[in-house]
């Protein structure tokens, strides 16, 4: 829980480009079948990644040119689906540590931002560009700048939104709340007593 | 100036503004399963924490377990089963919190077991770690999925850091024609809202038909809420939401005056403010099928599939191999599936049984009914709705997500098409990476059995003028 600030994500990034990518996309369901998230890396996009026999189809994740990548590029509606926090965790132990998407469903936003996950908001134009200016040297470094919103990479510089809450929590490094919450266990037994529940067998 | 339901609720129960500019939200009723709690038990145990309230958590088990009697004998045949099995036996009994084992007779998938234990009340605040907790909400209560770090926020102070969402009203007013049930007033709102037209907001469903829905009928509107985008969906309380609740295990007994007159006092005021209205008239809408691979791309039966116009849409071609311009109406089903929570529910088999009585599933389709709980399977047995679906050529299976996402033995093979009750139809969900889900109401998947065809049910079973 005693977690860092987050003012910056510097690393590689890797294009997984498409509107509506959903939570099953991200991690197939029948990897959910574990009590630790810890295997879960490997098994990110696994089934845009592989064949039927386990064989590489070329997802851009296993393109060498992108070996190492820390940032994820897509596109609207980035992690739709289920709550499964799998994935995530998959994004998380596959190494990225922020996602530029147009938009986020919202279970899978705050399950990231929990995790140090760094969710930016870019519209299509922008997006477009961060893509071209990638493609420049697709090995380069991008950096965040949490701060000051943007994102810069190959020496171009784009405006980018995140989330205030979100922002504000990893400048802060309180975004895992758990701390803040028990902090307050008096006053939820205090409110606890005052609401009406009734279910007893 | 009125307020709304969720405003009410939510007002009750926050405790503070935290730092991080949300709210500290006291969550009255949690639910888990095998699939999102056990990693955080297991962070609890890192950080040496105990469940504060286990008295407000209880326990299932349904997206792992096998629907074949003979695969539900321990050890499970699949070793990860049995491990995450273990594991929820374990840290229910060790947290003391209440575990629907298959022994107790009241396993079931977690929306439908909340329900039928009488442990969803309204005015409650309910979090489970399952997108598909909305379901809930047709009894007036908040009801909401969290990540598995929100899990173990909630077993470890019964709150959690979340931010209030703006409220959508949508009313549904007019009459449902024959044959057009609850799956198809969901799927055509969704359809038009798209599926993140609710990001941000709950939706309170309303109108003459939400108001002349059963309880069973109002749990598939509101199960399909995070479908639309919206985390939370909810329906204002009634008599039909009383009579339902009144009577079931958990259910206040000598209290019942007093917490209906509760229930009553956090219903959205006749005067209550919305961020945003949206009308929908009852005569427009036909039974429903989707064509692509999410729940927005849902056509009526008689309409063709949309000419793609964004690349969603064209993945969505390619995958399923359908065309724009072409009718869903005929294409050949491969798998027919009734359950899940989204038609899991008596009320489901009952109204399917109705059509499927005396009729045989089509040659070269495999049918499956499933009940969501115990509850179900035994009310339909004692129903002899069991026997009508076996006659009928259904494999009739024990409770549990069964082929919703196929995490157990039942799934899809190949590129193999199904009309399933189910709630979704991304690439995959089945079982299969190829595979294709068509979702539909359950009346029209047992038209699709007998036909081996996706058809309306309205002609194969002459329903209505
Ligand atoms: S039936 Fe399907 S949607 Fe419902 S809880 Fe199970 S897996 Fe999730």
């Known amino acids: 829980m005693a977690l860092g600030k987050i003012e910056k994500v510097i690393g590689g990034a890797v294009p997984v480009l498409g509107d509506d990518i959903d939570t099953d996309r991200i991690i197939p369901a029948r990897f959910l079948k574990c009590v630790t998230f810890d295997a879960l890396g490997a098994q990110l996009f696994y089934d845009v990644r592989y064949d039927d026999n386990g064989k590489s189809i070329g997802h851009p994740i296993d393109d060498a040119k992108y070996k190492g990548a820390s940032i994820i590029v897509s596109g609207n509606n980035f992690g739709c689906g289920s709550s499964r926090e799998h994935a995530p965790q998959a994004i998380k132990k596959a190494g990225f540590n922020a996602v530029i998407a147009g938009s986020y469903a919202e279970i899978f936003f705050g399950n990231c931002t929990t995790l140090g996950i760094v969710c930016v908001e870019a519209d299509d134009a922008t997006r477009a560009g961060i893509v071209e200016a990638m493609a420049i040297d697709a090995s380069a470094q991008m950096e965040i700048d949490v701060e000051a919103c943007k994102v810069s990479v190959n020496g171009k510089s784009f405006d980018v939104a995140i989330k205030e809450n979100a922002r504000a929590a990893f400048l802060a490094g309180n975004y895992d709340s758990l701390a803040d919450l028990l902090g307050n266990m008096d006053d939820v037994k205090k409110l606890e007593a005052s609401l009406k529940y009734s279910f007893t067998a | 100036m009125g307020k709304n339901l969720f405003q009410k609720v939510w007002e009750k129960h926050a405790v503070k503004v935290l730092p991080n500019g949300q709210t500290q939200l006291f969550i009255g009723m949690h639910l888990i399963h095998e699939v999102t709690s056990p990693q955080a038990f297991a962070m609890l145990r890192d950080l040496d924490i105990k469940v504060a309230f286990p008295e407000r958590t209880f326990a299932t088990v349904d997206h792992i377990i096998p629907t074949d009697a003979e695969n539900r004998v321990r050890p499970y045949a699949d070793p990860l089963a049995e491990e995450m099995m273990q594991a929820i036996e374990s840290n229910t009994k060790a947290s003391g919190i209440t575990f629907f084992n298959p022994e107790s007779e009241k396993q079931g998938v977690v ?257 499956l009914a499933v009940p969501g709980s115990f ?91």
Not at chain 2, 171 to 182: F, S, T, W
Not at chain 2, 188 to 199: F, M, N, R
Not at chain 2, 239 to 249: D, L, M, R, S
Not at chain 2, 389 to 397: P, Q, S, T, V, Y
């Open chain 2, 111 to 367: 929306h439908i077991v909340g329900p039928e234990q009488g442990l969803t009340q309204p005015g409650s605040t309910i979090a489970c770690g399952d997108s598909h907790t909305a379901t809930h909400g047709a009894f007036g209560a908040i009801a909401f999925g969290i990540g598995t770090s929100q899990v173990r926020d909630v077993l470890a102070t019964q709150t959690m850091s979340i931010a209030p969402f703006k409220v959508r009203r949508i009313e549904i007013n007019g009459k449902l024609k024959e044959g057009v049930y609850a799956k198809d007033v969901i799927l055509y709102i969704i359809s038009k809202l798209g599926v993140a037209g609710g990001t941000g907001h709950a939706y309170e469903f309303a109108g003459d038909v939400i108001d002349n829905m059963s309880m069973e009928g109002r749990m598939t509107v509101c199960n399909m809420a995070i479908e639309g985008g919206a985390r939370v969906g909810y329906i204002n309380t009634d008599e039909t939401t009383f009579a339902y609740i009144k009577g079931k295990p958990y259910a206040p007994k000598d209290n019942w005056d007093e917490m209906v007159e509760y229930w009553k006092s956090v219903a959205s005021d006749a005067d209550a403010q919305y961020d945003d209205i949206v009308k929908y008239d009852a005569a427009d809408i036909e039974p429903q099928i989707t064509w692509g691979i999410n729940p927005e791309q849902t056509i009526g039966i008689s309409e063709k599939i949309p000419m793609p116009t964004n690349d969603v849409m064209q993945e969505a071609l390619d995958y399923t191999g359908f065309a724009g311009g072409d009718l869903m109406n005929g294409k050949k089903v491969d798998v027919v599936f009734i359950g899940s929570c989204t038609n899991g529910r008596i009320e489901d088999f009952r109204e399917a049984a109705k059509y499927a009585k005396g009729k045989k599933v089509a040659e070269g389709v495999r049918a």
């Open chain 2, 375 to 465: 509850g179900v399977r035994d009310q339909a047995v004692a129903e002899g709705l069991d026997k009508i679906f076996i006659e009928a050529g259904f494999d009739w299976r024990e409770p549990g997500c069964s082929m919703c996402l196929a995490m157990n033995p039942d799934k899809l093979i190949g590129s193999e098409i199904s009309a399933s009750t189910s709630n979704r139809n991304f690439k995959g969900r089945q079982g299969s990476a190829t595979g294709r889900t068509l979702l539909v109401s359950p009346v029209m998947a047992v038209a699709a059995a007998v036909t081996g065809k996706i058809s309306d049910c309205r002609e194969v079973f002459e329903i209505g003028g």
